[in-house]
């Protein structure tokens, strides 16, 4: 069972992490933080050991599935990596 993570962002600088294990429910939920870096770590600390790797979406869209320790070691390369993706798929929905 791969665990689920949903970032989903509140006004300019405001984000909201919650992070699920497959039953549908949330487990772990998170708001306020300050970037989708943040979140990234704050859900993988949340995951600790248990799980290898986390499926992540953004506003509803899911982005990809990542291993959990880069999650947590490389949060800001992930969340630069997460936002060419949902920028990409949003211009192919516009197109």
Request: proline share 2%; hydrophobic share 40%; with cysteine.
């Amino acid at each position: 069972m791969q665990p689920a993570v949903e970032i989903t962002k509140r006004g300019d600088r405001n984000f909201n992490s919650y992070v699920g294990v497959g039953d549908g429910t949330w487990r772990y939920a998170r708001e306020g933080l300050a970037s989708v870096a943040q979140c990234l770590q704050d859900a993988a600390a949340a995951l600790g050991r248990e799980f290898s790797y986390a499926t992540v979406s953004v506003d509803n869209i899911v982005v990809g599935s990542y291993p959990v320790a880069v999650m947590e070691h490389r949060a800001v390369e992930v969340a630069d990596e997460l936002q060419v993706k949902l920028s990409n798929r949003r211009a192919r929905c516009l197109a």
